[in-house]
């Protein structure tokens, strides 16, 4: 079993930035393919993010690559999303999940929380 808790998230302006963590428990993330998703208000959960175990590189939608940088350490078995010129429709629940790399959420696994990224323009 994998624990998931996500940190990071908060209020800002259009154009600033944010680093979303994702602290995993139990079980060693190094092991698992990992993704970011995301949930507007009113929305579907849509994929964000993703990289192998081998933290071989990224995937991306296509609206965020060149903004958004996936990547891990291992050593804090934490995930990371470091989200740059964050525009006003970035605003959502940000969620980091374990066990694929698929766009499709219900290829996952493990779920954390959430945690709330709301840009103001």
């Known amino acids: 079993q994998v624990q998931l808790v996500e940190s990071g998230g908060g209020l800002v302006q259009a154009g600033d930035s944010l680093r979303l963590s994702c602290a995993g428990s139990g079980r060693t993330l190094s092991n698992y393919h990992m993704g970011w998703f995301r949930q507007a208000p009113g929305k579907e959960r849509e994929f964000v993010a993703a990289?192998?175990?081998?933290?071989?590189?990224?995937y991306y939608r296509d609206d965020v690559k060149g903004r958004f940088v996936i990547s891990r350490d291992n050593v804090k078995n934490t995930l990371y999303l470091q989200m740059n010129s964050l525009k006003p429709e970035d605003t959502a629940v940000y969620y980091c999940?374990?066990?694929?790399?698929?766009?499709?959420?219900?290829?996952?696994?493990?779920w954390g929380q959430g945690t709330q990224v709301t840009v103001s323009s």
């Open positions: 990289n192998t175990w081998f933290n071989s590189g990224g």
């Open positions: 999940a374990a066990g694929s790399t698929s766009t499709d959420p219900e290829q996952y696994d493990y």
